[in-house]
């Protein structure tokens, strides 16, 4: 509890972390108004006691839309984390085995391929070539997480293998993708969660970038870029239109940043100096 | 260094050859005959072949390849399927926007980051340094499209400095197109900058950990002039990296920022692109974005080598 405290971000983060998880969460059951109904009567209202938030130009509740907007962001961000994972971990792991070797060689310029595309290059190629969704959205976030995990794990990997334990490892004839999966990947995987969850705001960023051009979720799917792009017209009559979703992207991402950072000096106190 | 110089050289081809068959491979999957397309449902089948044979689209996939990639490099894009003018007028015209907003969002960036970080860092654990890490923290999280419509709010809706999008255009001269490119820059700097100052103040902090710089405090400088004449240069290596990095972020970042802004750039040349299904457009410019991010790591890593010397050794 002590160590929980030392970190001044951490509780904060965690909080807003929290409460944009848990209105996600609760948006599956429970919203104050359905956001696929109209109700033109009441279009376009100011915050109020009945709408917190206001109204949008069908009359949907403000709130409502962003609950459920979250849960549009996070799926998307979490499931692209999720690829960079599944993919880039066992490819940083394979690397890191065979240093220098043709895989590790191969594996390595494939990564600096990909990340000679900025992920919205990515995005702009697969909605050209399969069309907008949700989904093409993940691929693209996605494919773009895979070189991050990959670079990340053999770098951690590598400094592994020179170690006592894993040499005394292998004397007692474990295999390098055994010591891989017992020895290295624990000893990773802390690591591994704080890039995590610094993927993780980057693709609610990079989701709700995708969905104001109209790259990502469509309608009536609610997202909280796609709110951005249509009230942009509206902005300078009804400006709440366009404040609260930014908001809700702002202290979400703002959220993970501040977790990420709180867990890492949790982890190891002495990276605290070398995030930028 | 020259040894070095035609490595990394090979590399870049490498690198701009095995892109150059990602794009045009994953464009060549899309169904549907663009020839058709332009031509509607009533054309006969030889203008249709005609067409194709003028588009350079008969042939097996590796000729089609050929010619495209051989075409790239003669400055020839190929004719827009919807416009039928040349792919490389388009881009051109586009161009004279994107690459100063880039450009100009870049300096804006440095022009912040710079004095930013130094300033943190020399007043390591004071409220400064708090002060500036958490804005950078904002800076970080905000979603620069979203910091953009709030300052089209403010500063073209409210207080009628700026206009609220469009491009005035070159030929209205020099002040005017700055002036409508100001806002844009400064939305696509916002996040550049705060990414840019926790480097510069990292690295300026490491830098000031080490042994020469006890050693030229020792001899007697006082802090600050420990810091502007040994630890500064030294710091900037880091910095360097992060800002040719995001230059290709600046100019992709800019796909979207045009969006808010109207402005008439290669971002809204690719989503007209995009909605008319006019494939070409699109692989051209992903081609030419990619080609800029590959050459400007090429010349960081070369400026590199040439300020590190130890650096030459290592891939």
Redesign the interface.
Known sequence: MNLLLQSRTLIPGAILTVIFAGAAIVSMFWVPYDTTVLDIANKIKSPSFAHPFGTDQFGRDILSMIMVGARTSIAVALVAVGIGMVAGVPLGLAAAARKGGLLDEFIM?MN??VF??????IA??I???FGASALNAIIAIGIFNIPVFARLTRGAALSLWSRDYIMAARVAGKGSARISLEHILPNVSNLLIVQGTIQF?LGI?AE??LS???LGAQPPLASWGRM?AD??TM??FA?HL?LF??LA???T??GL??LGDGLRDIFDPKLR???? | MLRYFFKRLLSLALSLLAASVVIFLALEVVPGDPAAYMLGLNAQEDTLNALREQLGLNGTILERYLSWAGGLLTGDFGISYTYRTPVADMIGDRLWVSLPLALYALTLSTLIAFPAGIWAASRRGSYVDAGVMGVTQLGVAIPNFWFAMLMVLVFAINLRWFSAGGFAGWDEGFWASIKSLTLPAIALALPQASILTRVMRSSLLDTLGEDFIRTARAKGLSKGQAMWRHALRNALIPVLTIMGLQFSFLLAGAIIIENVFYLPGLGRLVFQAISARDLIVVESVVMLLVFAVIMVNFSVDLAYALVDPRLRGRR
């Open positions: 310029r600096d391929l000679a595309f900025p992920s919205l290059l702009v190629m909605t050209a070539v705001s960023l709700a970038g104001y051009v109209g951005l009230s942009q902005i300078s400006p366009a979703p930014g992207i702002l202290l991402v703002l940043n501040l100096r070398a995030r930028t």
